[in-house]
Structure formats: C-alpha cells, structure tokens
C-alpha cells in the first residue's frame, strides 16, 4: 500500500516536473484545451438559457380557444365537454384573472399593471392525444362550433419551429463536443509524444531495468489527466467569465421588458461533468501517445 | 554441477534484417556461479548473444533458456519481471543524466517497488562498494569515464540479481580502472553471482581466468 502510494507520488512528481520544464508551452497548451472547451460549453449554456426564456412555452400543439365576454361558468362547461372527448388529452382554463396572474408572472409585470383594465378573455388550451394535423384541424372546428367561442388558434407551426431550433442547437452542441473532444484529446497526444521524444533515453533505461509499461506510461497519463482538467477550468472559466460579462447586457435587456431574467450559468454536476469530461480525454490522448511509443520501442 | 544450466543456449542463430547473420548456431550452456568471458573481435556477436539472453532481442532460430524459462518465446508483459533478476552494465553505461548518482541507482529499486529509507540504504550500499558513495549527490556527467562504468555497475547490482552480464565493461578505460572494475567482478562473483563479461582484452582474461567463449564473425571457435 504504501508502496503503491509512493509510486503514484512519485508520477505527480514526474508529471510536475514535466510541467516545470516547458511551463509557458504547458500553459498554452492549457489555454487552447480551454478556448476547446470553452466553446460546446458555452453554446450548450447559452441553448439552456434560450429554452429557458422561451420558458412556459411546451413545444407540442396545443389547440387554445379564447371566448367571448361570457361567464366563467358557461366556459368551464365547455371545458368539461371537451375533457371527454377521445382525442383530448388535457384541457386547461385560463380564466380572466389567472391569464394577468400569468402574464406578471412571466415578467410582463409593467405591461400588466399599465392596463386600465383585465382586457383577456377566459382561454382553453387542449393539448391532443396526438399532435397530427388532421386531429387538430377537428378539434379546432369542434371548439369553433361553440358560439361563445370568439377565436381559435391552431398555431403550432412557430413552436414547431422553435424547437427544431433547439434541436439543431443540442446537435450542434453534440457535434462540437465530439469534434473538440477529439480536438483535445490530440492536442494531448501531440504534447505527451514531445515529452517522450525528449525522456527517450530515460524511458529506454527503464524497460532495460525492468519497468513494466504501466509504470512509464503512469506519469505520462497523470500529466495528459492533469492538463485536461486544467483546460477544462479554463474553459470553464471562460464560460463563466462570458456569462458575467453579458449579465448587464442581458438584464438591461430583459428590464427593457420589464422581466427579471438571469443568464444561467452551469450547474454543479454541468461542471463537474465538464471538469471530469476533460480530464477523461487528456488522460486518453496520454494513452494513445504512450501506447504508440511503447510498440515502436518493441 | 546441477542438473540444468542456468542459461543454456541451443543451436541459436541471430539474422537480422537485411540478412546479416550475427549469430551461427551457437550452443553453450552457462553453470550458476560461473564467471564466462566472451570474447572475439569487434562485431563478433558478443554484444547481440548477451541482448538475446537479456531478452532485449529474440534469436532468429534456436532456442535459450535462462533459469527455466525460454526467452525467446517470453510473452511481452513477462519481460519486465524476468529483467529485474538481470543486472545490465552497458559499454555506453546507459546512465541518465538529468539526476543525481543516487537517483541513478535508486531507478531500478523504484521500478521493483522498494522504496524509503530501505531503498536508501541499499542504493548506499551499492554506492559503497563501487568506492562513489561520496559521490551520491553528484550528476553523471561530472564523473571520469571510469566512475561512470562503476556507478552504471551499482546499478547493475543494486537490485542483488543472480545474474550479471556486461558489455565490454572495461572498453575505453586505462589498464588501472579496468583492473579495479575486474576486481569488482571477481568478488560479486566470489559471493554466488553469475557473470558473463563479454571484452577483447586478452591480457584481462588471461590475469582473471575463469571460462572463454570465443566467437568469430558470429561462430563459436572456442
């Protein structure tokens, strides 16, 4: 055990001498692992926030009726018909007073409050069991049907595109994440194949002497583990950094609308994701470099 | 005389590519305990007989035995741990030059997973024996060509291998240091260790005795 312990000691040793020896090539390395990061990270932040401030709105088809001035009474009945209807999966009501509630709470606090009066109608929202065309086109003739009905909307087709938005967002962010990943883990690979270049005659002696490969190649995946955390702190970093300084920017805006939007940054387990991501890749790239070295070396 | 060799070297022929053979069918069987000079003309096949027991090459044909086992054949993974009980003194010594004498000879202590104030003592020990003890702190480069073979000796048995094989130990050194590093020899081989020195210095052979083993261009004459 303490043996055990004693060699990995002295592989952080190895790997920080490594780091001593080209510090300002290390860094640099470190800051192009970060700038790697830094960009599906950012893109994949920036994508939260986005779905959160286009936030309430479920990207499904919804069917949403808004009555005539009529009782509340007489547009909940109507409700209740369509609840039993096969093709319904959920109807909800949105009278008069909930709609303002709704509309404050969404950040349009000022808008609400300069109204002189409640200028909303009492609203349905049914969601469909299914989001086909033809079910929706039925249902909205049936709502319409209804005379205390002053309009309906069918109108799916901005959601539908809001989150064919995202979606390519998230592919996007998925996309960047393999590439710089791959990125990374070669930036490692190159910076480890120069370390061995230059430890070759030390690396020689050891498999002369009888080192296993596992023991040369541990140093050399503590410093390719070790830079990739590095440079995913950097890229974190970065995030966070392009966060605080577009915060003003962002909350002049939303105040421009009267909302209280935050720009989110990343979560604890995002972080540590992306911290242990990095570290995975660098620690990789060190592997292949040595695995490539130690076959060449026969 | 027991019943097996410690090495024993059957019908081994080294080609390398290109063609050129090194080895022709060489035999020989080595006793625990002997002390074997190997000898012959530069680019006799001295150098590459001594890496195909150290299992640094693989024969082209034939087969050795070394403690039991076929070198030749060892699996990748298995080297490591058949090296260690090898002590290797190079005729380019092979030291590292980025650290100290100690750290020189601590390195294969380290690699076997002894470490501390054990590791220490042993690696002074060895130091001692070779008379560089004061000179643990030292950098290689620093060293005369003579002391630089010995600190590439202390390393060689820091580990306390059964076996020691060295390569023209003594090439490049004036008669004085050659006779202190046979010295050496002579009592690590007193105290139980096999050693098979490979050297063209027949005045050497000649003061020291023990065994020869004559090669020319790559065939066994003695």
């Known amino acids: ?298 | 005389m027991s019943a097996q060799p410690l090495i024993e070297i059957s019908e081994v022929t080294k080609r390398y590519p290109g063609g050129h053979e090194a080895l022709s069918n060489i035999s020989l069987g080595i006793e625990q305990g002997e002390m074997v000079f190997l000898t012959g003309h530069s680019g006799a096949g001295k150098s590459t007989l001594l890496k195909l027991i150290a299992a640094i090459e693989r024969p082209t044909s034939g087969h050795i035995i070394v403690n039991g086992q076929n070198v030749g054949r060892m699996k990748r993974p298995a080297l490591p741990f058949f090296r260690r009980n090898i002590g290797l003194i190079f005729q380019d010594h092979k030291l590292l030059y980025d650290r100290s004498v100690f750290d020189n000879v601590l390195m294969p202590l380290h690699i076997q997973g002894v470490i501390g104030n054990d590791a220490a003592r042993r690696v002074r020990a060895a130091l001692d024996k070779v008379g560089l003890l004061n000179k643990e702190r030292a950098r290689p480069i620093t060293l005369s060509g003579g002391e630089q073979q010995r600190l590439c000796i202390a390393r060689a048995i820091v580990s306390r291998p059964a076996l020691v094989l060295a390569d023209e130990p003594t090439a490049n050194l004036d008669d004085a240091y050659a006779r202190d590093i046979m010295d050496m020899f002579r009592a690590f081989n007193e105290v139980g260790v096999t050693l098979i020195i490979s050297t063209h210095d027949q005045d050497l052979i000649g003061r020291y005795g023990g065994r020869k083993v004559t090669l020319a261009y790559g065939k066994q004459v003695s």
Not at chain 1, 7 to 31: D, G, M, Y
Not at chain 1, 47 to 55: I, K, P, S, W
Not at chain 1, 96 to 108: F, N, Q, T, V, Y
């Open chain 1, 1 to 298: 055990m303490k043996a055990w312990l004693a060699h990995h000691l002295h592989s952080l040793k190895i790997a920080a001498e490594q780091f001593r020896a080209a510090p300002v090539a290390t860094l640099f390395t470190i800051l192009v692992i970060g700038v790697a990061v830094s960009l599906p990270a950012g893109l994949y932040v920036l994508l939260g926030n986005l779905e959160r401030a286009a936030g309430g709105v479920k990207p499904q088809a919804e069917v949403t009726a808004f009555f005539k001035e009529v009782d509340e009474a007489k547009a909940r009945a109507l409700a209740g018909s369509l609840k039993k209807h096969d093709d319904v999966a959920e109807v909800r009501f949105v009278s008069k007073s909930d709609g303002i509630k709704r509309l404050e709470s969404a950040g349009l606090a000022e808008v609400a409050a300069g109204l002189p009066e409640n200028p909303l109608p009492h609203t349905l929202i049914v969601t469909p069991r299914e989001a086909t065309p033809a079910i929706l086109e039925s249902l909205a003739a049936r709502i319409k049907d209804n005379p205390d009905v002053e309009r309906v909307l069918v109108d799916t087709d901005w959601i539908k595109r809001l989150a064919a938005l995202m979606q390519l967002g998230r592919d996007l962010v998925g996309m960047l994440i393999v590439v710089l990943g791959v990125a990374l883990a070669a930036i490692t690979a190159n910076t480890i194949r120069l370390q061995i270049y230059a430890q070759e005659d030390a690396i020689e002696v050891a498999r002369l002497i009888g080192a296993t490969d596992r023991f040369i190649r541990r140093p050399f995946l503590y410093f390719g583990g070790i830079q990739g955390l590095a440079g995913g702190l950097a890229g974190w970093a970065l995030v966070i950094a392009g966060g605080r300084l577009l915060e003003a920017s962002v909350a002049q805006v939303a105040a421009a609308y009267g909302s209280h939007f935050h720009l989110a940054g990343l979560s604890l387990p995002e972080s540590g994701l992306l911290l242990l991501l990095s570290t995975a890749l660098g620690w990789l790239g060190a592997y292949f470099a040595v695995g490539r070295a130690l076959r060449q070396g026969g």
